[in-house]
C-alpha cells in the first residue's frame, strides 16, 4: 500500500512514519506533500530520501493534488501536522481513506484553531489532570471524522504547555505508525 503524509511543520511524525515502514512489505511512505516552504518536514524528507511535493493554497483547491496522488497510485492519505482543512474533492477521491492526528482528547481542544501550542496553552488553562492523542477520519470538517484510537496522559499543575506538547509528542510517535498498519492490515 501506498502511503501519502501530508504536513505542515517539523514532520517528526512524518519521519516516524517513513522509518516504521521502511523495510516493510505492507506498506511505504511514497510522497510527503508540504504547504508551508519553510517547514522543517522539508529537510526531513531530503535526508529521508523521500519525495516531497510543496503546494500552495490555490494548488491545493484545484484538483491538482488529488490528480498527483492518482497518478502515484496512493491509497491512505496520513495528515501529520497538517494545518489546513481538506477541500471536498480530496475528501470525496479517498472515502474512508485519510487519517489525521490531533494532540488532544477530541472532541475536546478541537476543530479550526485549535492546533499545535494553542491545544497545550488551553490544556494548562483550563486545568486539565488528562490530555492525549486522537487518532481519527478526516471529512470537510476539522477534526470531526469518526475516532479510531485515543491514548491519554496525566497533567500535573506544574506542567507547562511544553511539558504537554512532549507528553504527547511520545504518544504520537508511538503509535500513530501502529494505527496505520493495523488500519492496513484490517482493509479489506
Ligand atoms: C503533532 O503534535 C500533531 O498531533 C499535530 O501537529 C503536531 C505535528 O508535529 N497535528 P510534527 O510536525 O509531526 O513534529
Redesign the pocket.
Known amino acids: 500500500k501506498n502511503l501519502a503524509v501530508f ?1 505542515s ?6 519521519e516516524r512514519l517513513v522509518e516504521y515502514f521502511k523495510d516493510s512489505d505492507l506498506a511505504q511512505v511514497k510522497l510527503i506533500l508540504c504547504n508551508n516552504p519553510s517547514a522543517g ?1 522539508i529537510q526531513r524528507a531530503e535526508r529521508l530520501n523521500i519525495p516531497l511535493v510543496l503546494f500552495n493554497r490555490s494548488e491545493f483547491k484545484s484538483d491538482k493534488i488529488v490528480d498527483l496522488l492518482k497518478e502515484n497510485e496512493i491509497d491512505w492519505v496520513v495528515l ?2 497538517f494545518l489546513w482543512l481538506i477541500p471536498s474533492n480530496l475528501v470525496a477521491a479517498f472515502p474512508n481513506k485519510i487519517i489525521n ?3 488532544a482528547l477530541l472532541p475536546k481542544f478541537g476543530g479550526k484553531g485549535m ?2 501550542h494553542f491545544v497545550h496553552e488551553a490544556v494548562v488553562e483550563n486545568k486539565e489532570t488528562e490530555s492525549g ?1 486522537t487518532i481519527h477520519y478526516v471529512n470537510e470538517h476539522y477534526d470531526e471524522g469518526a475516532i479510531i484510537f485515543q491514548a491519554s496522559y496525566p497533567v500535573t499543575s506544574i506542567d507547562t504547555p511544553e511539558d504537554v ?1 512532549k507528553k ?2 511520545v504518544l ?1 510517535h508511538k503509535h500513530f505508525p501502529e494505527v496505520v498498519e493495523k488500519l492496513l492490515k484490517e482493509e479489506i
Open positions: 504536513a511543520g517539523s514532520g517528526s511524525n512524518a518536514v501529520a501536522g492526528i490531533h494532540p492546533y499545535g492523542i506538547a504527547g509528542q504520537e
